[in-house]
């Protein structure tokens, strides 16, 4: 084993990165990994690198996409709703892990996971700069310092940096992820992932079909 | 059991869908199910009704597409190769096996079969009406019968319907499914599809772990 640990990046904004965010600590204790959580601006990676449109907006997928992340919700046994709002996005929330990261990161963990069950459970905004101070503040966070930082320049810098790097890496989705220096994209690979840091290889057919065999 | 059959969308074009050929058919047999084989052309739903680039001219996703292809060719065991054709399309391959369906419907799925690993293993462009025509032959099915077929206008007003009536249905990207009414998209959800077969729903977070744990 080459590296110890294994690299998720997530965005808030997608329901895929909500649901993983419930899955992947405990997916990297039980295999002894360390987990090292990155954001990402999946909206402006979609639109300004990749020239597609937001699924939301992108007839038939739309549709299939929210029905596949119910189905993944009831699959992993998490709640999922909804939510009717417009124009939101995930720039305060990622700023602000940036900030927590850096001076606690397991909590800076928990505040995202916190963050994107609001918006994917309780259907609360968590766009505005107040949101991620009060959301902080309700898990022990100096509130002050943090909301300073999220008004100051280097937070945005420091985020910016961080979505160049994931892109040059190649991470277009959420949730992403790298293992043994191989990526994986989708919710929908937490089993392959699980695999991989399990065995050290990828699983085959043989693999999925005793889970076929074995289920009653 | 409502329906003893489910639905399978492929276009030879894709990767994706020339690697779920090679699986679907021994999937059916294994579970005692039909597999409704139908064409759909991918580059014009993504194109035309998405508003999309085909994912080789989409920046990141292209990258990651070819090599997780290549990574489920492995796990599934059969070759795969990336062919440097350009301005292929699968018209005359879909045309063939709509009258081919309704003549010899197993020679049908096996003309599909050796079209899609004629591009995706062995680099043939399966674009000309030739193409179609020799392959069809080679499995002893009237080459001069589908030639005429191919030539007249009944074939291509059979197959527009058929894509429209996919895209209908919410059909975007293969290989596409339907088991029990429920919509499924990816070759990499071909284990899933074989647990709804097996057991009638689909499998949750605790069936994969068994993967994980069984597998040495």
Sequence with gaps: MTDPGFDFYFDPISP??????????????????I???????????????????????????????????????????????????????SLAVCR???????REPDIARQFVRRASAALWVDGRDITPLEFAVSEAASVGVDADGLELALRGPQIKELLAREV???????????????????????????????FKLAHGRWPTKRDWEKVSDLSA
């Excluded at 997916?27 to 990994?33: D, G, S, T």
């Excluded at 999946?42 to 639109?47: L, M």
Aim: glycine share 6%; net charge positive; aromatic share 12%.
């Design 35 to 89: 987990v090292r959580w990155h954001p990402v601006l999946v909206g402006v990676t979609i639109t300004k690198i990749m020239g597609l449109k937001p699924i939301p907006e992108t007839p038939l997928k739309s549709d299939y996409s929210w029905m596949d992340a119910e189905r993944q919700a009831a699959m992993l046994d998490v709640p999922l709703r909804r939510h009717g709002l417009k124009n939101i996005n």
């Design 96 to 102: 602000a892990f940036l900030w927590l990261r850096d």
């Design 16 to 33: 895929f990165s909500y649901l993983a965010t419930t899955q992947i600590d405990e997916i990297a204790r039980r295999h002894q990994r």
């Design 164 to 194: 160049d790097a994931a892109i040059a890496r190649g991470v277009f989705g959420v949730p992403f992820f790298f293992v043994d220096g191989q990526a994986l994209w989708g919710c929908d690979r937490l089993w392959m992932l699980e």
